[in-house]
């Protein structure tokens, strides 16, 4: 059974950092591309980032270049979001995604975690 769980989200200010974290079982990881998107209230998933197998990072949404950085760890079969000068537009519940990169086409998803900034 393949599971995606969510950590680290919480009640963080304006201008402070957070890290998200994502711990992945059932999957072969290395298949997968990681990706974290967020949904903030009233509004459509987005994607925030993504990292391949090798690790290296793409599709950073605009609103966090250079804030946010998406890693992997292959041997741990996790996936991270380091969130660093928040601002309160970064307010809303972070998933962590997986897709298949060959094979039969699968997607998972985590449960969510809320990220919450303000002062």
């Known amino acids: 059974q393949v599971q995606l769980v969510e950590s680290g989200g919480g009640l963080v200010q304006p201008g402070e950092s957070l890290r998200l974290s994502c711990a992945t079982s059932?999957?072969?990881?290395?298949?997968?591309?990681m990706s974290w998107y967020r949904q903030k209230p009233n509004k459509e998933r987005e994607l925030v980032a993504s990292?391949?197998?090798?690790?290296?990072?793409?599709n950073y949404a605009d609103s966090v270049k250079g804030r946010f950085a998406i890693s992997r760890h292959n041997v741990e079969e996790t996936a991270s979001l380091q969130m660093n000068s928040v601002n309160s537009d970064d307010t809303a519940v972070y998933f962590c995604?997986?897709?298949?990169?060959?094979?039969?086409?699968?997607?998972?998803w985590g449960q969510g975690t809320q990220v919450t900034v303000s002062s």
């Open positions: 059932g999957l072969s990881f290395r298949r997968y591309i």
């Open positions: 995604n997986a897709r298949a990169v060959d094979g039969p086409p699968e997607e998972y």
């Open positions: 990292v391949n197998s090798r690790g290296a990072a793409f």
